[in-house]
């Protein structure tokens, strides 16, 4: 006997120790949570209502006729009024404000803060857009009990566990009471569990119903009590229960289960959704709303009679609360992936610093460069336009493929990633996997190197389109190809570039050295090997669209090369900041070069293969950019810039087959839709003191005068200007030609 009793002490010992370490200890794994950066609002600002409100909608800020209190706006026509919460920014604290905003042309025309502090500029909280869970992929949204409406409480109590606040852990009672019920029914229909006990359950135990696992929980129960407070136990409870699921991701706690139902902050529920919370405690499965609407309300319905007979709610709430509608979101926004490409990357860059177990647990807080206005506008571009190719072109449905990646010009932010034509899609990331020839898109960097200042080439030098033949291996002859199939005779390099003539740019490339061009690509940021081949010189080099931004990336940012970030810093649970990913500079490439290639590349855009793009875009905003098309079109590429953005598209097939689409019939009218809603900037090249512009003739490239016949303006190396001169020399008055070079 006294060895029996010697046992259970020390099975009551270890179960004590077990509550304990748990309890006290970190109590769940918390996944990282991914916010998007923040909207800044300020007068002058490029931004269309309508992508504040869907900013607004992300927050869950809720449309009102008369806002009252904080998370809550309106719109009375152009004008736009806020009342902001109040949040931690960048390590600064954000009081409470109203904003009112008047918009005029898609731009913020008048900004007022109307009640708060005064501020000029005000950013708006960053919108959570993803996690990053575990194989078991649990996800809550922690509350404290100081933070749940009261009624939430009272209700869990009243329709749960009524003795909650007398029992010590186990309720005799409700056992003998279950025990009867469900002899009567001759199958179990009713537990006696209280809230402590399914606590235990879900914490420590599983669902076995053998008498030993009910004898463990009992205890387990009576020793939580025991160390802990009824408000700790309930407050622990609140964040636990499992309340649904979100495709493979479980709800847990009420806090995520308020949005996940509702869209809304557990705090903004009113009676009749609290009612709903807490019926589908008994089964989120068998409950489901969305499944299960009539069952869901009826279960709801019951709750709701039970609050009224316990007197937590009147009549006319009750009789009001079951009249209204279940009110839960609509199916399709319930979206455990809103953004899985942009994800993929910014998994990818934490991996370099944090281990799985820390991403899995530790409740990282990840704020990254996503800017969702941006983001909105490559995935629609992308999806509506591959129909709109399909139906044109009479190509299967669902047969083209694409990826987008938006890219801040200057800083190597990337604001957007769209990986599949189905944005929600979270399988093969096409934007940083997808590697396939670039075609075309490798020019400009055969043009650079024939530009920099060891060669003897300028933009108006002249270099010959006739077919050309070069030997290679295993005496192979590669003889390009023009696509027009027709050769232009001697042509401007500039010319050559913006129209994309293979058989100049092979014979400029094999002039200057495969070598050479190898080395530009290397000194552009291109990490894979490169085979010094004379078909690289027409895009024979596999990169994926990431890797050919990074690469145009440096075009864009006069030569200075940077890897893309998608993550600005890291913070633990408590908001202390972990790290900060700041930006990292590589050598430079020759600055003069890089602006002479800016203005071919702009050539590109006014006259060249990507000019189709200024029938829709305004001609005041200069653009720069590049075609690429592979052997037989299996591949539209297209990478451009403005001074504040870079895009690259590419659109092809998965299973690599032939489309009818060019660079400029496939890619570019992609990256032309997204640029006619993206707030950007007009490209400003700032040329370097050794560069100057000069009229020279079209035909001869000679120097030229500004209104002669066939004069072009086109930027110089002082080394590098032309010597010859053209038969028409005019040359304007000192004080005139002085005047326009100042205004």
Not at 286 to 295: C, Q, S, T, V
Request: overall charge neutral; hydrophobic content about 40%.
């Amino acid at each position: 006997m006294a060895a029996l009793l010697g046992l259970l002490v020390l099975w009551v010992i270890y179960l004590d120790i077990e509550v304990r370490s748990k309890f006290d200890g970190r109590k769940w794994a918390m996944p990282a949570q991914v916010y998007a950066q923040p909207l800044e609002l300020y007068q002058g600002k490029q931004l269309s209502q309508a992508s504040l409100e869907e900013e607004l909608k992300a927050l869950e800020y809720q449309p009102v006729s008369r806002p009252t209190r904080a998370g809550q706006w309106r719109r009375q026509g152009r004008v736009v009024e806020i009342m902001t919460r109040s949040h931690n920014t960048g390590g600064r604290q954000e009081p409470e404000r109203t904003l009112r905003l008047e918009f005029q042309q898609d731009r913020i025309a008048h900004f007022e803060v109307t009640r708060g502090d005064s501020t000029s500029l005000l950013a708006l909280e960053p919108v959570l857009i993803g996690g990053i869970y575990p194989k078991r992929q649990e996800d809550r949204e922690l509350v404290q009990l100081s933070e749940v409406p009261p009624l939430l409480g009272e209700a869990l109590i009243a329709v749960e566990d009524r003795a909650y606040v007398r029992h010590f852990g186990v309720s005799p009672k409700a056992i003998a009471r279950a025990a009867w019920v469900n002899f009567q029914s001759g199958r179990v229909v009713q537990g006696g569990s209280t809230l402590t006990q399914q606590l235990v359950k879900n914490f420590f135990l599983d669902d076995s119903r053998e008498l030993s696992r009910k004898l463990t929980e009992a205890m387990m129960s009576v020793l939580l009590e025991v160390h802990y407070s009824k408000a700790e136990i309930l407050e622990t409870y609140m964040n636990e229960v499992y309340l649904g699921q979100s495709g493979p991701r479980e709800v847990h706690g009420f806090g995520l289960a308020a949005k996940h139902y509702f869209g809304q902050p557990l705090s903004s529920l009113d009676v009749p959704q609290l009612a709903l919370l807490v019926g589908l405690v008994k089964g989120a499965s068998y409950y489901n709303p969305w499944r299960n609407p009539e069952r869901a309300k009826k279960r709801r319905d019951l709750v709701l009679q039970v609050l009224h007979e316990q007197d937590l709610i009147d009549q006319a709430t009750l009789r009001r609360s079951t009249r209204s509608p279940l009110a839960i979101v609509d199916a399709k926004q319930r979206r455990l992936h809103d953004y899985p490409a942009f994800i993929d990357l910014v998994k990818r860059q934490l991996r370099e610093d944090y281990s799985d177990e820390a991403l899995n647990s530790e409740g990282l807080k990840v704020f990254t460069t996503l800017s969702l206005p941006a983001q909105r506008q490559a995935e629609r571009a992308l999806s509506q336009r591959l129909t709109e190719l399909e139906t044109r072109f009479k190509v299967k449905a669902d047969s083209l493929q694409g990826a987008v990646i938006i890219t801040a010009v200057g800083s190597g932010e990337v604001e957007a990633v769209v990986g599949d034509r189905n944005e929600k899609f979270a399988g093969f990331n096409r934007a940083l996997d997808a590697t396939r020839p670039i075609g075309s898109l490798v020019k400009p960097a055969v043009y650079l190197s024939a530009l920099k200042r060891d060669e003897p080439y300028n933009l108006a030098s002249f270099v010959d389109d006739s077919p050309v033949a070069v030997a290679g291996p295993d005496d192979d002859i590669w003889r390009p190809k023009n696509f027009d199939r027709t050769a232009h005779g001697e042509v401007m390099l500039i010319d050559a570039l913006s129209k994309s003539y293979n058989q100049a740019t092979a014979r400029l490339g094999m002039t200057v050295g495969l070598h050479k061009v190898a080395a530009s690509l290397k000194g552009l940021g291109v990490e894979k090997e490169i085979f010094e081949v004379p078909s690289l010189l027409l895009g024979a080099l596999e990169l994926s669209p990431a890797e050919v931004s990074k690469m145009y990336h440096a075009f864009a940012n006069d030569g200075v090369v940077m890897p893309l970030r998608a993550i600005r810093s890291v913070e633990d649970a408590q908001g202390q900041r972990l790290n900060r990913y700041p930006l990292t500079l590589g050598e430079p490439v020759e600055p003069a070069a890089i602006q002479l290639l800016q203005y071919a590349m702009q050539a590109v855009m006014e006259e060249g293969t990507g000019r189709t793009a200024y029938q829709r875009l305004p001609r005041s905003l200069a653009l720069a950019g590049k075609t690429g098309t592979t052997n037989d079109q299996r591949d539209s590429w297209f990478a451009g810039f403005s001074g504040r953005h870079l895009a690259v598209v590419w659109v092809g097939r998965d299973d690599n087959g032939s489309t009818p689409l060019t660079g400029g019939t496939g890619a570019l009218q992609v990256w032309t839709d997204i640029f006619t809603r993206l707030p950007t900037e007009s490209l400003d090249i700032f040329a370097s003191p050794d560069i100057e512009y000069l009229w020279v003739d079209r035909v001869s490239g000679g120097l030229s005068g500004e209104n002669c016949q066939g004069a072009r303006l086109m930027p110089f190396t002082a080394d590098k200007r032309p010597t010859e001169r053209a038969a028409c020399e005019w040359v304007e008055h000192p004080v005139i030609h002085w005047m326009k070079r100042w205004f």
